[in-house]
């Protein structure tokens, strides 16, 4: 299957700092990306949605000046946690799906522990 | 309102067979997902249904009903590995990718 690609892979970060998360697609034209937070022992959460070149869609209750979400290419996206707390503390998860075509799976990335201390 | 729902818990033995229901009601259908998804990482693909029937791979089968708005995962031969997460989502007539809040599995000897 498809490679998406989430760097990094965990991050310890102090409060008051900002972290950056990047998703990659390596082997195919995401035009679509997907942020998901996950917290301990409960399902994905979806956060927003970014379309290439687009402003991201956030789910009701996702701060959007927060949470800044950027899709400049069709094989980028970015995630940036801004004036991180403890509370933001998660499981990072992108995925990326290709809806031009038939096949419309989502391929996920590897995930980034958020840890704020 | 879209929703998915699946047990939130199930336990299994080792060499067993388990199934993994999960009944969806959603603006439009465009396909069904199945995802395994172990502590602390990301989610995997097991399968994908978008017509009717039985889809087997290996140990792993997946059902869909349409017309009932139903799916189940077969997990056969049970193995300690398979202890996980099983996600179930559904994408609706926009390719929104709904997801049902998952199934911990546990595996016992």
């Known amino acids: 299957g498809a490679v998406v690609s989430q760097h990094p892979s965990w991050v310890i970060c102090k409060s008051g700092t900002s972290v950056k998360i990047e998703c990659r697609s390596l082997?195919?034209?995401?035009?679509?990306m997907f942020w998901y937070r996950q917290f301990p022992k409960q399902s994905l959460m979806l956060m927003a949605t970014?379309?290439?070149?687009?402003?991201?869609?956030?789910e009701q209750g996702v701060e959007k000046d927060k949470f800044l979400i950027n899709h400049a290419s069709l094989t980028l996206s970015t995630l940036t946690v801004t004036s991180a707390h403890p509370e933001d503390s998660s499981f990072y998860i992108c995925?990326?799906?290709?809806?031009?075509?038939?096949?419309?799976?989502?391929?996920f990335g590897q995930g980034t522990r958020l840890t704020v201390v | 309102g879209q929703n998915i729902d699946q047990p939130t818990e199930m336990t299994a033995t080792e060499g067993a067979i388990v199934q993994i229901n999960c009944t969806y009601q959603?603006?439009?259908?465009?396909?069904l997902f199945w995802y395994q998804q172990h502590a602390g990482e990301a989610p995997t693909f097991l399968s994908y249904?978008?017509l009717d029937g039985l889809e087997e791979k290996g140990r792993f089968s997946s059902f869909l009903s349409r017309s009932k708005g139903y799916s189940y995962l077969l997990l056969k031969e049970l193995q300690m590995k398979d202890s996980a997460s099983y996600l179930c989502?559904?994408?609706?007539?926009?390719?929104?990718?709904?997801w049902g809040a998952g199934t911990k599995l546990i595996i016992k000897p």
């Open positions: 970014s379309n290439e070149g687009s402003k991201a869609t956030y």
């Open positions: 249904n978008v």
């Open positions: 959603t603006s439009g259908f465009n396909g």
């Open positions: 995925s990326a799906r290709d809806l031009t075509t038939d096949n419309t799976e989502a391929f």
């Open positions: 989502a559904v994408t609706d007539s926009n390719y929104q990718l709904i």
């Open positions: 082997d195919f034209q995401a035009t679509t």
